[in-house]
């Protein structure tokens, strides 16, 4: 079984659409529970050094535009497999391919504006989590 805990972004675009509220009842609906959350803007360089793992990728700069362009709500959830159950919640990066119900079907667009990031192990959870967050943030 997996660690306890991962890490989520509610990405600008469903932001934009208004749907943290609806996004954030899929996740407690799904037996998450948020032990430390905020609503915050990335800077150009933040969403940089954040997404650098992927910086020799083509599609490096767009993300960084798309990921700095608005709002977010960066999260960490605790839950009994979390890492794994997070990622089926969310459903696959393309929403086109993601499963009824997930919230990636319901609220992403493309490839690039698909609503959520989802950490994709416990290291990179532990990673991108303690980005946003200390452990006195945590509760």
Avoid: C
């Avoid at 150009?44 to 490096?60: I, L």
């Amino acid at each position: 079984m997996g660690g306890n805990k991962t890490f989520t972004m509610i990405k600008p675009d469903a932001v934009k659409k208004n749907a943290i509220g609806a996004i954030l009842k899929m996740i407690n609906d799904g037996g998450f529970r948020i032990v430390a959350m905020k609503y915050t803007k990335l800077a150009q360089s933040e969403a940089g050094a954040f997404y650098e793992v992927h910086k020799e990728r083509p599609f490096y700069g767009e993300l960084v535009d798309f990921m700095s362009s608005g709002p977010i709500v960066a999260a960490i959830l605790e839950k009994d497999n979390a890492v794994e159950d997070y990622r089926k919640l969310i459903g696959a990066t393309n929403p086109a391919d993601a499963a009824d119900g997930t919230i990636r079907k319901l609220y992403a667009t493309s490839i690039g504006e698909n609503a959520v990031h989802g950490a994709d192990s416990d290291e990179n959870a532990a990673r991108e989590g303690a980005f946003f967050f200390s452990e006195r943030d945590m509760h």
